[in-house]
C-alpha cells in the first residue's frame, strides 16, 4: 500500500542521547515535512524539503536537524534530545510544494524524552 | 492571537444532527484552506479543502469560506458516531508555501 512509513513507533529516550526518526515515502512525492503535535499547541512545522538534495526551516527548527539525499526518506535527527522535544512527531508529503496542496500523513512517532 | 484559532471542545452532537466547526485565521493574504480529521492516536486526513469563498460540498461535509472576516467552517450533515474526531483546520499562506499553518483542533463528539 502507497504511503508514509515512519519508524520508530514510539521511543523512550534519556535526555542528551541522539535520536533519529524515520521517514520514507514511495509516492514519489516532491515535497517532504516533518510536523511535531503537542495537545493544545496543534501541528508546528519543524523543517520541510521541496525536492531532493534541499531543506528549510519551519516554526520550531531548534534542536533538530533533517537531511533530503533521494526523493523517499527524509530524516529527522535530535542531535541531543531535551524533555522539552516529548511529543507525537509526524511526516508528511505532498506531490509538490504548491500551497493548495494537500498533505499526507505518516503514522507518527510517539516520542518521550526523560 | 494564534494563527489560528479553533474553540477546543468538545463539541457534542446527537447522532443525525449538523455538526458546526468553527476557525478563524489572522493572516489576510492567506490563499488556501483546509479540514483534516484525526482520530485519536491516529494521523490527520484530509476531509476538505477550498480556495475561494463561498460553500463547497462534498458528500455530508460542506466547507464554507469568508475570507473578508477571515471565517472558515466545515458543517457535517447526519453526524454519525464515526465522525467523532479532532478536526484541524489549516491554512496555507500565499508568500510561503511550506508555511501551513495548523488550529489546535476541535474534538466532536457525536452521541448515539
Known amino acids: 500500500i502507497a504511503g508514509i512509513t515512519q519508524a520508530p513507533t514510539s521511543q523512550i529516550l534519556a535526555a542528551g542521547r541522539r535520536m533519529t526518526l524515520r521517514c520514507t515515502q514511495d509516492?514519489?512525492?516532491?515535497?517532504m515535512y516533518w510536523y511535531r503535535q503537542d495537545l493544545g499547541l496543534g501541528l508546528r512545522l519543524i523543517h520541510y524539503?521541496?525536492?531532493?538534495?534541499?531543506?528549510g526551516k519551519g516554526e520550531v527548527p531548534d534542536g533538530y536537524s533533517v537531511s533530503r539525499a533521494n526523493t523517499d526518506d527524509f530524516p529527522l535527527t535530535l542531535a541531543s534530545a531535551v524533555p522539552s522535544q516529548t511529543s507525537v512527531y509526524f511526516c508528511?508529503?505532498?506531490?509538490?510544494?504548491?500551497?493548495?496542496?494537500?498533505?499526507?500523513f505518516g503514522s507518527g512517532t510517539q516520542l518521550s524524552v526523560l | 492571537q494564534k494563527e489560528v484559532e479553533q474553540n477546543s471542545g468538545p463539541l457534542s452532537v446527537p447522532e443525525g444532527a449538523i455538526a458546526s466547526l468553527n476557525c478563524t485565521y489572522s493572516?489576510?493574504?492567506?490563499?488556501?484552506f483546509f479540514w483534516y480529521r484525526q482520530y485519536s492516536g491516529k494521523s490527520p486526513e484530509l476531509i476538505m479543502s477550498i480556495y475561494s469563498n463561498g460553500d463547497k460540498e462534498d458528500g455530508r461535509f460542506t466547507a464554507q469560506l469568508n475570507k473578508a472576516s477571515q471565517y472558515v467552517s466545515l458543517l457535517i450533515r447526519d453526524s454519525q458516531p464515526s465522525d467523532s474526531a479532532t478536526y484541524l483546520c489549516?491554512?496555507?499562506?500565499?508568500?510561503?508555501?511550506?508555511?501551513?499553518?495548523f488550529g489546535a483542533g476541535t474534538r466532536l463528539t457525536v452521541k448515539p
Open positions: 493572516d489576510r493574504v492567506s490563499q488556501s
Open positions: 509516492m514519489r512525492h516532491n515535497a
Open positions: 524539503s521541496n525536492t531532493a538534495g534541499t531543506t
Open positions: 489549516a491554512v496555507n499562506p500565499y508568500y510561503n508555501n511550506n508555511d501551513m499553518r
Open positions: 508528511a508529503s505532498s506531490p509538490s510544494p504548491g500551497v493548495n496542496e494537500k498533505l499526507f
